[in-house]
Every structure is written in C-alpha cells, then in structure tokens.
C-alpha cells in the first residue's frame, strides 16, 4: 500500500541464508543505490544481469557490514520481473544464482515474466475475493443495522400512540369523569407531541443509515 515495500517469502537453497538475504535487502540505506527490485517497481519492467563478477557485485555495497552479507550470498547472476494487474505494478519477483557458474539468459527471463504473469492473476484474483467477501459483509452489516432499526421505531412509535388510542377510546367511551378530561386531553397533547419528535428524530438517523448503507 502506498509507497511502501514489504518483503514477504524468501527462499535459499541453503535455508540458514535466508536472513543473509533479508539483511542485504535492509542494508540498502542508499535510495540512489536502490536494489533492482525497487527500481522494478518504480519502473513496471524487468531487469536482467546475466553476469556479474565479484568485484562488480561488490562494488553495490553501502558499507562495510554489507560487503560482508554480499560475499557470504556470492550473488552472479540475478534477473526481477513485476507482478502487475490493470496498468499498475504491486510487487515484483526476484530469482538470483549464487555460489554458482550459470548465469541467466534473455529465455529464462521470459520464462519468469510468464510465471509472474500467471502469479498476477492469481493474486488479483485473490484481492478482488477478499473486496467482495468485504462488500458482502459491509452489506449484512448495513441490512442487520436496518432490521434492527425498524425494531426499534416500531417499538417506540407504538409508545405514545398506544396510549393516544387508549385515552381516545375512553374519551369516546364516556368512561372519563368530567374532572378527568383535561387530564386526558393533556396526555393525549404531550404523547401527540413526543410522537412528533420521535418522528423528526428518526427520520434523520434513517437518512444518516442511508448514508452508511452506501
């Protein structure tokens, strides 16, 4: 994400060199002495160095502790492909010969170019499942929110007009006493008036919902 780069599987033949790799990897404080893989990155094209003496390789080091992660990794020869998906590049492939006479040619970095194609696609394939299991859950979510909030109005509309009805009927029913019917007639008002409220209330946290559905 962003501008950062993240080193996710290394692999040696020798597995006690793996944190030999990870260390020269570190060791590059330089941005004008970037590693190949950077600059694939930067760039979105491969980059093949069939060749390359030890003199040469050495020559790369940005301090004393470096050179010595280099000769211990002996690297000759080394090629890095993109990985990419819809005109961008998010990561890169890295093959390197070490401690070893064969070198890389322009046939085996075609080769890798193909497997980092194929490894796109499966990776894109990948990112586009976890977005939509995401989607589907910010959906469920937004839905249980929903039902949850109907529950809610229906329960506190039901309330006030509950006791609205009830006085209305009694009212009509002549139940009242004289005496009384102010007082029906105020709890009629103040529950007419909650419910009112209620109304204005709900109808903004609906629309706040509708925003967050989206």
């Not at 529950?191 to 989206?214: C, K, M, P, W, Y």
């Amino acid at each position: 994400e962003g501008d950062s780069v993240e080193e996710l599987p290394i692999a040696h033949v020798v597995p006690q060199k793996v944190e030999l790799v990870r260390e020269a990897l570190r060791l590059f404080p330089d941005p004008g002495k970037a590693p190949t893989h950077v600059r694939v990155l930067q760039r979105g094209a491969a980059e093949l160095v069939e060749s390359c003496s030890p003199e040469e390789v050495e020559a790369i080091a940005t301090s004393s502790e470096h050179l010595e992660v280099i000769r211990a990794l002996a690297p000759r020869s080394w090629m890095v492909v993109p990985l990419r998906a819809h005109e961008q590049t998010f990561g890169t492939i890295s093959l390197v010969w070490s401690e070893s006479n064969r070198h890389y040619s322009l046939s085996d970095l075609m080769l890798a170019a193909e497997l980092a194609r194929r490894a796109s696609i499966a990776i894109d394939n990948a990112r586009l499942f976890a977005l939509a299991r995401e989607e589907r859950a910010r959906a469920e979510a937004a839905t249980r929110t929903k039902d949850e909030f109907v529950a809610v109005v229906s329960h506190e509309l039901r309330t006030p007009l509950n006791v609205i009805v009830g006085w209305l009927r009694l009212l009509r029913s002549g139940s009242v006493p004289e005496g009384r019917r102010d007082h029906a007639l105020e709890v009629i008002e103040r529950n007419a008036n909650a419910q009112s409220h209620l109304v204005g209330d709900l109808l903004v946290e609906a629309a706040r919902l509708e925003t967050f559905s989206r």
